[in-house]
């Protein structure tokens, strides 16, 4: 029986309890990271390189570990353990950076670092598991999931930054856990009504000797998974900026007076999330109507597509340095010109990335798979961090931005020339 257009564009009743469990685990994420390096130099006295230094390590670390809490999930713990597991460690996290001790600070970190290895993957994994028998919702019900995530990225740094600041550094970090824990009731309630078969993993599947067919299908998907990981690193390097360079060129470089009054630069931290929840519906719903007639361009073109944005976005910066006047100032108009376009470009790629992995990995290995996905991340945000100290060795910042537009184009280019070739492994499966 044809199903009615109703049945084909309304998004599993499971939604709403992941979109507001992961939002409120991100507001406690965001929050705390806002706050990280600003108690660090100002309340523990580290210089700023060693403050960079510990950011740069934490915020890579989480994005390592999701490699590990995927893999304990697929193969022992399930999705549903690792999930509880992971936000309790998150909320111990929180809780021990809102004392006053050096210790308890590390052994926050380090909690929070381990925790969301167990939540992050498992979490981005089941929420593809609610779209099993309806696949052609799926991108657009990761770019909804994706809203949640960064309605706790803006919520995050305003509730946090401004007790921790303004107040105490520990009203701060108390306020992050209180989000996650917030978070845990969520989902202790929400996910008693999800259905059974998203926590399935290897344990509950009977293993079954694969088909020749099947095998060979197995070994294009994990393949392409790293090709589009990879084409991530990409992605993250160029995009990471916003918090390094970008953020100094809106510091240094942007004038930042508005009816008489000066913007703080950290500020303009908010337009990328603020943009996403402002899109969001237009692509969420784009998907959607195209999957009807059938034209949702499959995964790798929309990557394509997203690497042309973000070059676009990083040519605005480049016109930008060419536009300062004689104090070495822009209008604010090319930093959201910019981040318009990066975030158009993330939309693209972050969203449709975990889309695609949920969609494509073989199930006993969908959690670790995850993981890999993430640890991309983990790499961009390095290479990010790097590449970004080489900015004031520029005489003409101009430079500095036009690598990125490089390599992003390049990466374009060279992932629409392997489209070519690997496309009809999107069908093998
Ligand atoms: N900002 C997104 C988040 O926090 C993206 C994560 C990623 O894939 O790096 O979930
Ligand atoms: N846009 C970020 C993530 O969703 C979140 C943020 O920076 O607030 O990718």
């Known amino acids: ?73 697929d193969r022992y713990l399930g999705y549903k353990r690792s999930i509880f597991i992971g936000s309790l460690l998150m909320l111990c996290g929180h809780f021990s950076l809102a004392f006053p001790h050096i210790e308890s600070f590390y052994l926050g970190l380090g909690l929070l670092i381990l925790g969301n290895g167990f939540f992050k993957p498992n979490m981005s ?18 770019t909804i999931f994706y809203m949640g995530i960064n309605l706790g990225g803006l919520i995050g740094p305003i509730v946090c930054g401004s007790l921790g600041e303004k107040v105490n550094w520990h009203y701060g970090f108390g306020a992050a856990g209180i989000g996650m824990a917030i978070g845990i009731c969520v989902f202790y309630i929400g996910s008693q009504k999800l259905p059974a078969h998203i926590w399935a993993n290897e344990r509950n599947n009977e293993s079954k000797v694969l088909s020749e067919k099947e095998g060979v299908g197995e070994r294009y ?54 943009f996403i929840l402002l899109l ?14 059938k034209m949702n361009p499959d995964p790798i073109l929309k990557f394509v597509f997203s690497l042309v944005l973000l070059g676009i976005g990083f040519l605005v910066m480049v016109w930008a340095c060419q536009a300062k006047n004689s104090l070495g100032l822009v209008s604010v108009w090319f ?95």
Not at 35 to 60: I, P, R
Not at 125 to 142: A, N, Q
Not at 222 to 249: C, D, K, R
Not at 375 to 404: E, I, K, N, P
């Open 1 to 73: 029986m044809e199903k009615s257009h109703e049945e084909l564009t309304k998004h599993p009743s499971g939604l709403p309890t992941l979109f507001f469990t992961e939002m409120w685990e991100r507001m406690s994420y965001y929050g705390m990271r806002a706050l990280l390096v600003l108690y660090l130099v100002k309340e523990l006295a580290f210089t700023d390189e060693k403050a960079g230094q510990v950011y740069g390590l934490y915020t890579s670390l989480v994005y390592l570990t999701p490699i590990l809490g995927g893999f304990l999930a």
């Open 280 to 293: 969001s519906p237009v692509l969420a719903t784009a998907w959607n109507r195209l999957s009807v007639y």
């Open 335 to 429: 930093l959201f010109g910019a981040y318009f376009f990066n975030t158009l470009s993330e939309l693209l790629l972050s969203p449709v990335g975990l889309s695609f992995v949920s969609a494509t990995a073989p199930k006993k290995s969908a959690g670790m798979l995850m993981g890999i996905w993430f640890l991309s991340t983990a790499f961009g945000h390095y290479l990010a961090g790097y590449l970004s100290g080489f900015l004031s060795g520029f005489t003409d910042q101009a430079d500095f931005f036009s690598f990125f537009v490089v390599t992003s184009w390049l990466g374009a280019l060279l992932l629409f020339i392997l489209w070519f070739r690997i496309r009809f492994w999107l069908k093998v499966r």
């Open 125 to 142: 994994t089941i929420v593809g598991r609610l779209y099993e028998t309806k696949p052609s919702l799926r991108d657009s019900g990761y």
């Open 221 to 274: 998907s994990i393949l392409l998974i790293l090709i589009l990981s990879f084409f991530s690193i990409l992605f993250w390097m160029a995009f990471e900026q916003m918090g390094s360079s970008m953020n100094l060129f809106a510091d240094r470089n942007t004038d930042r007076f508005l009816l008489g009054k000066e913007i703080p630069a950290s500020f303009f931290q908010s337009i990328n999330p603020l």
